[in-house]
């Protein structure tokens, strides 16, 4: 049984929100702390894990792909320091200035604990997300706590069904037009997506020249997740953070070609908000 705590404070708060735990308390003015933690099991052993998080492979199959210089005060994504590294167990990492996906964000802490379960055949996971917000506090937390429980189910998805797999990665934003208050909404009905469409069902869908026979694997307001047989197909509704739309596509075939993946995506965002 998978155990997935999702816990929330705000330092100087004492409220639950957005599933994280977060700590929020002002530090200067228009500027606050905050903290996310996610924990849960996963039917993976703890060196798989260890290696989702910090190889090339492994981060391009869930997030995006990053590269650490595996010691204490090696280089690390971002711009970052690794602080701790034991594998498979233990791996924090700490910045100084804007993250390349929230802006407002000027210090990160972040820590994977990793323990085994069932002999090693399974592993507990602990992931905490610390740092400062300079503006916007409410959006940006709101933003990065939702973001969390996507990148984290998706983690989920890659270690049951492509670990360990070479991935093609693509990533694209969507033009302008795509922060309107609509924006996903009309991405949804572009897949042909019903409404009421649940997570677990299966649809014969078409985006991008591609015809997909995909599950449903997470649907929410903000994200949609598509898992085939071969590829993880990601969609982001960052209008609701005042952001553009964006699509992420974690390609495990053998034949997967991110140089004709990206225009062909470019040109489906580009007819749908252009």
Known sequence: MTKDSRRGRR???????????????????????????????????????WDAFTTVTGT?????????????????????????????????VRSEGPAALFAERSTLH???LIEPCDGGRRAWV??????????????QYDAASKHTDFYLHTLREYLTYFAGRPVTYTHLDAPAAATAEDAFTRLARELGLPPDASEGARFRLSAA????????????????????????????????FGRRVGVTVHDFAAHADAKSAEPAWRDWLTRLYG
Do not use: K
């Open 209 to 240: 020249g591609v015809d997909l026979d995909a599950v449903l694997d997470f649907r929410t307001p903000y994200f949609i997740g598509l898992r085939t047989d071969d590829a993880l197909y990601r969609f982001f509704g960052r209008n609701h």
């Open 60 to 92: 391009g199959g869930w997030l995006w792909p990053m590269e650490y210089e595996p010691r204490v005060g090696g280089a690390a994504p971002q711009s970052a320091v690794v602080t701790a590294w034991d594998p498979p167990r233990r791996l924090t």
């Open 110 to 112: 972040m820590e994977h």
């Open 11 to 49: 330092r100087g708060s004492g409220r639950a929100d957005g599933g994280g735990t977060g700590t929020g308390g002002t530090v200067g003015s228009g500027v606050r702390e905050f903290e996310i933690v996610r924990e849960f099991e996963v039917g993976s052993p703890p060196r798989q894990v």
């Open 126 to 139: 602990r992931h905490a997300h610390s740092g400062i917000f300079t503006q916007d506090w409410e959006n």
